[in-house]
DNA sequence: CGAAATATGTCAACATGGCTGACCTAACTG
DNA sequence: CAGTTAGGTCAGCCATGTTGACATATTTCG
């Protein structure tokens, strides 16, 4: 098993399980999992938002309204990271549409607070649950702990900068949420 | 830090860690997580395949020709899942370019078998370098088994349609290159 | 052998969703 | 009041996906 051709000096430990990584070798597998389970990932809910004339960067934007109901155009921005010319597109139809509705800031009158409709929030949460169902039986094939080690895998991925940004807005969310409910 | 004004019928055993799962509710984080990962696990290739005035398509021919040299222009489109068409467009400017070269199938002479050329794989390998770095360094910050984890996660999220086909992929590009190696 | 199927390439047109640059209004802040 | 900030908008460009139609070479099969 061990590569006995290979300098004494760079000897490596197995990485995980059977899979040698040998020295300096990509880590194939995991770089390459990324994008099939994104693809998939992502795939149902493009389905259902053909449907509805709508693409992946509505989702985005209804999502994240839906999660966060009262932000700001430029919070908005700064989780999406493109520019306000990309999110006025989509943004517009949304609102045109009765998904998305803007209420002027109380104490900031410039801004336009972003709201979901009833029916805005239906359709978000008609696309939360179809990931939801995907993440949650994926999760229910694994060990007990693996929503956890997900969370950790995926958290580590992202930037260092971004990383505490990122949790604050997650936890900022489902602090609302629980009060809501 | 408990929320008491919570109805006590719908009180809910702990998903993982302290983060409560009630009844129904969407899995949030990992669903947002998953946005945010793969958004910064992109981001940093898309930067140096701008330089070379190429798009993120590109490099996924170009990534997935690196790992299975030889292979036909339908796996290709089979594992990208895009129309010929599609990729068409990015597989000239690449081989025009003297990253990939296409040679004729020794038994089918009309399968035009992709390779990448030196230059070809000099740049899959360092993107591939780039991702690996953001990996290795995820995974260091976590527990022993934090590979195999992620790997058994990422599969389970892939279409149970795709996921023997998947693992075939990468397991058969694993075999290949270690015999080259 | 000849017909049909297969592997691949290509033209044209269109949609989505990024981008830059320029410019505007309304409202807040010092 | 002057300058900054939040947000919107117009115009145009680019990358990358789509459909549909069609062409060419090669293989396969009756």
Redesign the interface.
């Given at each position: 098993m061990a590569d006995l051709t290979a300098p004494a000096a760079t000897d490596q430990k197995p990485?995980?399980?059977d899979?040698a990584a040998?020295q300096d070798?990509?880590?194939?597998?995991?770089?390459?999992?990324?994008?099939?389970?994104?693809?998939?990932?992502v795939t149902e809910a493009d389905d259902v938002l053909a449907k509805f004339g709508f693409g992946r960067a509505h989702h985005?934007v209804l999502?994240f309204v839906n999660?966060n109901p009262g932000m700001k155009v430029a919070e908005l921005l700064d989780i999406l990271?493109i520019t306000k010319q990309s999110l006025g597109r989509v943004l517009k139809q949304l609102v045109d549409q009765g998904y998305v509705i803007q209420k002027e800031g109380a104490n900031d009158r410039r801004q336009r607070l972003l709201y979901v409709t009833a029916k805005g929030e239906s359709l978000a949460?008609k696309l939360?649950?179809l990931?939801?169902a995907?993440?949650?039986?994926?999760?229910s094939?694994?060990g007990p702990?693996?929503?956890?080690?997900?969370?950790?895998?995926?958290?580590?991925?992202?930037?260092a900068d971004?990383r505490e940004g990122?949790l604050r807005?997650?936890a900022r969310?489902?602090r609302a949420?629980?009060?809501r409910?």
């Open positions: 990485a995980s399980g899979r040998r070798e990509p880590i194939w597998d995991i770089i390459e999992l990324l994008f099939f389970a994104y693809r998939d990932f985005r999502h999660r990271k949460m939360a649950g990931q939801t995907r993440v949650a039986h994926a999760l094939e694994l702990n693996a929503h956890e080690a997900a969370r950790r895998f995926l958290v580590a991925i992202v930037d971004n990122v807005f997650i969310a489902d949420r629980r009060q409910s």
